[in-house]
């Protein structure tokens, strides 16, 4: 097998192969390592394979979903039926449950990319009502999105890191001109240096096509573009998915970072050891309601995976 995934390699192979910049690093018997060091070998460093974080101090709400539900055309079934919850600023909480079960649906409802008549209930950000409003009108309050799909929502590859750097923002100041008419290069390329330095995106030119980069590159410019705008809320979607353990842990950092800042983060994930591990208060969505909420300092894998499957 060929994977990024410690958990898998650990579980399923005799022997292990590590590769990093094309080239092989390392041989070891799976039985003789362990993941601390299968990952020094992938990044070349010592790796912090848990999240560190102190604990959550939540301020006032800042997101209030009441009874949003949503239906599929043609499918006469419920993607969200009925969501509740709330999320204060300087919290992390957390949506575990198995894909297809209404995760895609909650966030980009809460983005603005669903058409408001087809949503039921209502959404209140910062004590207003956005239901209706437009994923523009979204980024301009203060909510920020980064996408499960970065190739089909996140990134226009044929374009270079500058101009993926304004994706969304790119009718505003510093990406236009003080005449809000024209395209302000300059600030734009020097936006787009800034983000490349501060989170580490490689190869460090703006001009390179998006493409170019690696899926974790990628990421990482996806969220950096996302935490320029200095969001009050925060919609994560399988942040690390594709990415290598050295981006992981970096993206977790800077994700912490962000609720430590006062950011309200909504946060979905497939992976069940990084929900639990990043999330302050932890919902399980089944076929798309929340069917409870566990404290993820306490809750086993098998209480959680419990509701996951059987919303008991």
Same mark, same amino acid.
Do not use: W, Y
């Given at each position: 097998?060929?994977?990024?995934?410690?958990?898998?390699?650990?579980?399923?192979? #005799?022997?292990?192969?590590?590769?990093?910049?094309? =080239? /092989?690093? &390392?041989?070891?018997?799976? !039985? +003789?390592?362990?993941?601390?060091?299968?990952?020094?070998?992938?990044?070349?460093?010592?790796?912090?394979?848990?999240?560190?974080?102190? #604990?959550?101090?939540?301020?006032?709400?800042?997101? =209030? /979903?009441? &009874?949003?539900?949503?239906? !599929? +055309?043609?499918?006469?079934?419920?993607?969200?039926?009925?969501?509740?919850?709330?999320?204060?600023?300087?919290?992390?909480?957390?949506?575990?449950?198995?894909?297809?079960?209404?995760?895609?649906?909650?966030?980009?409802?809460?983005?603005?990319?669903?058409?408001?008549?087809?949503?039921?209930?209502?959404?209140?950000?910062?004590?207003?009502?956005?239901?209706?409003?437009?994923?523009?009108?979204?980024?301009?309050?203060?909510?920020?999105?980064?996408?499960?799909?970065?190739?089909?929502?996140?990134?226009?590859?044929?374009?270079d890191l500058a101009e993926n750097s304004i994706l969304g923002v790119h009718y505003r100041k510093?990406?236009?001109?003080?005449?809000?008419?024209?395209?302000?290069?300059?600030?734009?390329?020097?936006?787009?240096?800034?983000?490349?330095?501060?989170?580490?995106?490689?190869?460090?030119?703006?001009?390179?096509?998006a493409r170019s980069l690696s899926g974790g590159n990628q990421q990482k410019l996806i969220i950096?573009?996302?935490?320029?705008?200095?969001?009050?809320?925060?919609?994560?979607?399988?942040?690390?998915?594709?990415?290598?353990i050295g981006a992981i842990e970096f993206i977790h950092r800077k994700l912490v970072a962000m609720?430590?800042?006062?950011?309200?983060?909504?946060?979905?994930?497939?992976?069940?050891?990084?929900?639990?591990?990043?999330?302050?208060?932890?919902?399980?969505?089944?076929?798309?309601?929340?069917?409870?909420?566990?404290?993820?300092?306490?809750?086993?894998?098998?209480?959680?995976?419990?509701?996951?499957?059987?919303?008991?």
């Open positions: 097998i060929i994977t990024h995934k410690l958990s898998e390699v650990l579980a399923i192979s #005799d022997d292990v192969t590590v590769m990093r910049d094309g =080239k /092989v690093v &390392g041989r070891v018997k799976t !039985s +003789e390592t362990n993941a601390a060091e299968l990952a020094r070998l992938m990044v070349g460093r010592d790796v912090l394979l848990r999240v560190e974080k102190p #604990d959550a101090k939540p301020g006032e709400t800042v997101l =209030k /979903v009441s &009874g949003l539900s949503f239906a !599929s +055309e043609g499918e006469g079934t419920h993607r969200l039926d009925g969501v509740s919850f709330e999320v204060r600023a300087g919290e992390i909480v957390g949506i575990a449950g198995v894909e297809g079960n209404g995760q895609t649906e909650l966030i980009e409802a809460l983005a603005g990319l669903i058409e408001s008549g087809k949503l039921k209930g209502r959404v209140d950000f910062m004590g207003r009502d956005v239901t209706r409003l437009s994923a523009r009108a979204h980024k301009n309050l203060g909510i920020a999105h980064i996408p499960e799909d970065r190739l089909r929502r996140g990134l226009l590859l044929d374009f510093p990406a236009v001109s003080a005449a809000g008419i024209l395209l302000d290069e300059d600030a734009i390329r020097k936006r787009a240096e800034q983000i490349i330095k501060d989170f580490d995106v490689r190869p460090a030119n703006a001009t390179l096509p950096g573009r996302e935490f320029d705008l200095q969001p009050k809320l925060l919609l994560v979607a399988q942040p690390t998915r594709g990415v290598d609720r430590d800042a006062g950011c309200a983060v909504l946060l979905v994930s497939a992976e069940l050891e990084e929900v639990t591990a990043l999330s302050d208060r932890l919902l399980v969505i089944r076929q798309g309601r929340i069917v409870g909420e566990v404290d993820p300092k306490v809750a086993t894998t098998e209480e959680v995976g419990l509701l996951m499957t059987s919303g008991e």
